[in-house]
Each structure stands twice: as structure tokens, then as C-alpha cells.
């Protein structure tokens, strides 16, 4: 989801409480009475079928019950009966209706609205329009009972690799059978024909802890009934947010294939060690009144202006309203769902600035009843402004305010690459001077430090997290220019062989900075995305990953293989409170006035129990050589000259000057 609004931080400075004041509107929606048992919309047990709908508003709703997920006519219409004291209405039939499908249909203001599924279909039929009736026991894969994700005792630990489904498989040189499908993560043994690993044999030997996969709920813009169009989308138009999205699985006219083959999809990562994070959007649907939202309680789930219009933090036509007690439940409990019946590993909340703190409180609290390890973290901004006050909204300033959550670190990422709104423009890795104090800002995962200098950050100019589990480092994600298309722009003129070193001193900076490393997939094989910025809808011939760049960038991948491996064994670059990091990652001194573009610190005293006593991190993001004095010592030689091996090293040192080729770094360890 695009990156956008800055001008939160300016709101806040100003003291700003709310940016319009709450309509009456929605005065209206914090009197209905609210339900969200477990057995919202459908029930299938012993004595049949249930349904209960909520729609307080409703003056007549009914159950249409269909043969198929589309075309034909209800095989039967059952009239539901209301019960005010909690906004529901109910219908029941004695048989266990397995195989069929459903939808409900509400009188609203003396009239009848669409067909809906309802919001809590679990199972759809094809373009999610209408919900199934299926026995959830069936899809699960052999072993389902036993599955579990990796354990994470500190969020630190975890290394995200965000990836799409069909970035990832699509391109002929995968090598894939399942191209674009949930499926694809299941194969073993693919490769390029040049015999380079591919999919989750290339994800296992990347390193990383964690697949983060993008919009995988149903979503709106793939016509599930023509997938030989091959079309492409992110999936930030979300329909259903409780099944899965149809085009990603090899039948989607059956309601039970997308679900068995997303859980064997989980199965085949959890096997490999690998968890599964989902990236979630209740922050806005994809249609206004025609939505599910809408279909079932009119105006309830959104947000409004004063004079009623839907107001648009999202700027896709609306933004949901979790401060109202319905929706909130419908989040908490949406999540509960996935972590439960799928065994996702975390969430990604788009534009989480939507959601109020209390939400993302509950969510956080919540999912870790169900499972300690999953991992919550989200876009702290909106893309427009909301009627929620500044100080409920969960923005990356006001993290602190939330526990178990964490935010992105946009302070690290424009610092490093150059500002996303202008391809042009440099960062720290590629020569632009004065982002040293920004840079820093991102090393100590925006958590107090004595030596950085807040107010000199270019993006945030208080130390906003309290702790580095509520940071996430990345320099690039599926949004905006990837890293080698802002490279081959920004340094344009500059041989191929500078924009392969800025790459990787720019990922040396997110792997070796406290905080949660984030990565962009195929960015390990300097994928590119033809220079497209939004490629939301652009076809597999922009976005798909071209997997012979594997052996032609292997230098590359090596190099990033050996970042996951140095911070998965030295806890120093994972520590865990605020505390820790600002009594023993050191800045060395440099002088400004002399230099530009050089960054160079020391984790010290075996930090966060790491066998290393001393560990010297040394950033050159000039276009020029530049020379640093290394302490006397015995020191092993980790990284240098776009060189990694953090096991045996590249040879060592007993300190004096030393010099960094232009956009590299040195990374030294003292036994
Ligand atoms: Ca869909």
C-alpha cells in the first residue's frame, strides 16, 4: 500500500488533537447494541445450520440458500428473526447443509440491498459472492495437527522477506510447477536451468526467518473466473477477510481447494522453519456502499465527515472505524481466526494509523494468547487525514503507547536509498551528505541514545520507540521504486558494479541496525521492477522475478546470505530493550567538518550475550574511498569490500588505518 503523509509529524508537533471532530453521524453507530460471539453468520453442528447475522438496523433480513457459488436461483429463502438486545437476527434449518452456499439479504430503510456473503464468510465461492457451507475438518493437510510456526522469544530475531505470490513464481526461470498459486511454496527441489535454487529451497538457503506475503484474504480485483488473463494485483481491494483469495489457488470454483492449499502452503514454510506472516487491511474495503460492511449493517464499519460523506484516511474512498466497539471485535477476532485455523505467524497491519491504539492493543494481547511468537507490525501513518484524534491513532510516533507492536522505520529507509517521492534523490549509501544523524536514528532503532541527535533526524525528531522490538528496518518494500530500480535511477551514470556495492551497504545497514530486519523479495538477486514505481496492477512482465539473475548477481546473494547469518548468530545486532543498546552501541567520533558519509560504531561488552566482546560496524556512504583508525587489537575481518563471512572471516587485523572502497562497509569483531 502507497507510502505517503508526512505531514502527521507536522500535526503533532503542533499539538493537534483531532483533525475534524467526530460526526453525529457516528454518534449514531455507538448506540446500536453489538454481538460477536463465535457463532456470527455460521454455525454448523450436530442440530444443523445456523445463521446469525448482525444488522441492528435491518427491518427484515433472509438466508438465500443456492446449489452454487454462482449463477442459478436460491434453492430455498429462509426469513430471519430478530433479537434486539444484541442487533442479531437468526435463521436455522435441521440439516448439516455441507456443500452449499448462502447468502443474506437485508431491508434497509424500506429497501431491499444487494446479496452479501456476509463479513465473516469463511468460504466462498468463486469471486468471493457468495459464502460456502464447508466441513473446515477436511482441508487439512496430513499433519495439520502437529504444524507449528518457529518460536520467537524476541521480535528482534525475526528477519521478514516480504514477498507476492506471483513475483515469486511466475517467471519461467522459477522453474516452478504452482506459478502464482499458494502451491508454489510447496515445491522442493526447483531451480533455474542454470541449476540455481529456487522457492522455498532458495528462501531456506537465503537465511531468512519469515515470509511476510502480501494481500492473500479474497480480494477484488482478479476476476477468479478468467485466471487464463494472467491478471496481477497486490490485493490492497480487500472483499472477504476471513478466505482466502481465489486466483492464488488451482480451483477456485471450490470453496475448500484455496483453504487446503493456503494451509498446505504454511505447512511446507513451518517445515522448513520458516513462519508466515499475513499483510492485513481492515483499514478499507474496496467498495463504499456496496461492500459487505455495507450490505450487512449500512454506515456502521466507517468512518464519516460531518455531513455524512465517508471519510478517506485511506485514500481508496474510505477507512473503516475501529473505535467502534463492532469493528474492533471484528479486527481482533479476524486475526484470532487466521492465527488459529491457518497458524499465521504475524500480521502486517497496512496503514495502521487507521486503527486506534487500543485496537492494535487488543490485537497484540490477544494473538498472544493464541500463540507468544506472532509478531504484529504496521505502516504507523495514514494516507490521509481522519476524523480519529492524533493521539488514538496507531502512528510510529505513538508507539510506545502499544505493547507488542511494532512499526517501519521510514527514518532508515529515505535516509539510506534517498526520499521516495523523488527517484532523483540520494540517501546516506549512495553520497548525499547530512543524513548521518537520520542514519543513527535507524542503528539505535528510534530508541533514546546519548549520542543521536534527534533533532537533527530528517523524518522524526524524538526518540519514539521505548524499545527496538517495536522497530522495523527495511530500505524498500513492494511500494514505491525497489532498491536496484532507485539505485539504477539515482546513480544513474555510475557503473552497475557502484549500484551492486550501494545495494549492499544499504541492506548492510538494515541487517547490522537494532531493531527487525525487513527485506523486499528478489532484492538478494538485484531484482528489479523496470524502473515501475506503483506496479500494483502492472502485469508478470514487470513484476515477476527473474531467477537467472541469481547466477548472474550470485556475488550478490552470497552476500546477503552472509547478513542473515551474521545477525542470526550474534545476538549483539538483536538486543532487545533500549537500555541495553544505548550502554553499549558505541558512535565513534568523526569529524564532520573532514568527512561526509561515514558512520562508524562499536557494539561492546559481549552485548545482548554475544560471543563476540567487541564487534566495530564502519559505514562509507561517499563516492570516494575514505580511511578510518581502527583501535590496536586483534580483530577478525567480518565484512569488507563487499566481502561477508562471518564465520571464518576474511583474515584479520591488528588495527591502524584502514580504507573503505566507495559505498561499502567493514564490520570487524574482537574475540
Ligand atoms: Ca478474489
Redesign the pocket.
Known amino acids: 500500500m502507497k507510502l505517503k503523509t508526512m505531514a502527521i509529524v507536522a500535526l503533532l508537533a503542533a499539538g493537534a488533537t483531532a483533525a475534524t471532530a467526530q460526526s453525529n453521524y457516528d454518534a449514531k453507530f455507538k448506540a446500536y447494541p453489538t454481538y460477536s460471539g463465535e457463532d456470527l453468520e455460521l454455525t454448523v453442528d450436530s442440530s444443523g445450520t445456523h445463521w446469525r447475522l448482525w444488522s441492528p438496523e435491518a427491518q427484515e433480513a433472509v438466508v438465500n440458500i443456492y446449489n452454487e457459488g454462482r449463477g442459478g436461483e436460491p434453492i430455498e429463502t429462509l426469513n430471519m428473526e430478530y433479537h434486539k438486545e444484541n442487533g442479531t437476527w437468526t435463521a436455522s434449518v435441521p440439516q448439516q447443509l455441507y456443500g452449499k452456499f448462502y447468502t443474506f439479504k437485508i431491508k434497509f430503510d424500506g429497501k431491499w440491498l444487494n446479496e452479501t456473503p456476509g463479513v465473516w464468510a469463511k468460504a466462498v465461492g468463486v469471486?468471493?459472492k457468495r459464502a460456502a457451507i464447508i466441513d473446515f475438518s477436511q482441508t487439512n493437510p496430513e499433519g495439520w495437527e502437529a504444524d507449528k510456526g518457529p518460536q520467537v522469544d524476541n521480535f528482534t530475531d525475526v528477519i521478514v522477506y516480504e514477498m507476492h505470490h506471483r513475483d515469486l513464481s511466475m517467471h519461467p526461470s522459477s522453474g516452478i510447477n504452482n506459478k502464482g498459486k499458494f502451491l508454489a511454496l510447496t515445491e522442493p527441489g526447483t531451480t533455474t536451468p542454470s541449476g540455481q535454487k529456487t522457492g522455498i529451497d532458495h528462501l531456506k538457503e537465503l537465511g531468512i526467518t519469515h515470509v511476510h506475503i502480501l494481500p492473500s484474504y479474497?480480494?477484488?480485483s482478479?476476476d477468479?473466473t478468467n485466471l487464463e488473463a494472467n491478471v496481477y494485483n497486490w490485493g490492497y481491494d480487500p472483499?472477504n477477510y476471513n478466505a482466502p483469495?481465489?486466483?492464488y489457488s488451482t480451483n477456485p470454483e471450490n470453496p475448500a481447494t484455496r483453504i487446503s492449499e493456503m494451509k498446505q502452503m504454511v505447512k511446507a514454510l513451518h517445515d522448513a522453519g520458516i513462519g508466515v506472516i499475513m499483510d492485513v487491511v481492515y483499514n478499507h474495503t474496496a467498495e463504499n456502499d456496496g461492500s459487505n460492511f455495507s450490505l450487512t449493517a449500512p454506515g456502521y464499519y466507517y468512518r464519516h465527515r460531518e455531513d455524512g460523506s465517508y471519510s478517506d484516511a485511506s485514500g481508496c474512498g474510505n477507512e473503516t472505524a475501529s473505535d467502534l466497539q463492532q469493528m474492533q471485535d471484528y479486527i481482533v477476532n479476524s486475526v484470532k481466526y487466521w492465527a488459529d485455523e491457518y497458524h499465521i505467524d504475524g500480521f502486517r497491519f497496512d496503514l495502521m494509523a487507521i486503527h486506534d491504539t487500543e485496537t492494535m492493543n487488543r490485537v497484540a494481547k490477544e494473538l498472544k494468547e493464541v500463540n507468544p511468537s506472532i509478531f504484529v507490525y504496521g505502516e504507523g501513518w495514514t494516507a490521509g487525514d481522519s476524523p480519529l484524534a492524533v493521539e488514538r491513532r496507531a502512528l510510529k510516533e505513538n508507539v510506545s503507547k502499544m505493547e507488542n507492536v511494532a512499526v517501519f522505520s521510514d527514518d532508515i529507509r529515505d535516509a539510506v536509498k534517498g526520499h521516495y517521492t523523488d527517484a532523483a534523490d540520494r540517501g546516506f549509501a549512495t553520497g548525499k551528505p547530512g543524513l548521518e544523524e537520520t542514519v543513527k536514528i535507524g542503528i539505535v532503532a528510534a530508541t533514546a541514545h546519548p549520542q543521536v541527535d534527534y533533532s537533527k533526524g530528517n523524518n522524526s525528531k524524538f526518540a519514539y520507540a521505548s524499545s527496538p522490538e517495536m522497530i522495523v528496518n527495511y530500505v524498500s518494500c513492494h511500494d514505491d521504486l525497489c532498491l536496484t530500480d532507485k539505485l539504477r535511477h539515482s546513480m544513474k551514470g555510475e557503473p552497475e558494479e557502484n549500484q551492486l556495492a550501494a545495494a549492499k551497504l544499504a541492506q548492510t545497514i538494515v541487517f547490522t541496525s537494532q531493531g527487525t530486519p525487513f527485506m523486499f523479495a528478489g532484492e538478494e538477486v538485484f531484482r528489479d521492477k523496470k524502473g515501475v514505481h506503483n506496479s500494483y496492477n502492472q502485469p508478470d512482465s514487470i513484476n515477476a522475478i527473474d531467477w537467472e539473475n541469481k547466477a548472474k548477481y550470485r556475488d550478490q546473494f552470497d552476500y546477503y546470505k552472509g547478513l542473515t547469518a551474521l545477525r542470526k548468530a550474534h545476538p549483539a545486532f538483536r538486543m532487545t530493550n533500549a537500555e541495553d543498546i544505548a550502554a553499549n552501541l558505541v558512535f565513534d567520533e568523526i569529524d564532520i567538518t573532514e568527512t561526509t558519509n561515514l558512520i562508524s560504531y562499536s557494539l561492546k561488552n559481549h552485548a545482548n550475550g554475544d560471543s563476540w566482546e567487541e564487534i566495530k560496524v564502519v559505514l562509507n556512504g561517499a563516492s570516494e574511498s575514505q580511511s578510518v583508525e581502527i583501535p590496536q587489537g586483534e580483530w577478525k575481518i567480518v565484512a569488507f569490500d563487499g566481502k561477508i563471512n562471518p564465520d571464518q572471516g576474511l583474515g584479520t587485523s591488528n588495527g591502524g588505518k584502514m580504507t573503505l572502497a566507495p559505498y561499502s562497509a567493514l564490520i570487524l569483531a574482537k574475540e
Request: proline share 0%; charged share 25%.
Open positions: 469471486n468471493g479474497d480480494y477484488n482478479v477468479e472483499q483469495e481465489g486466483s
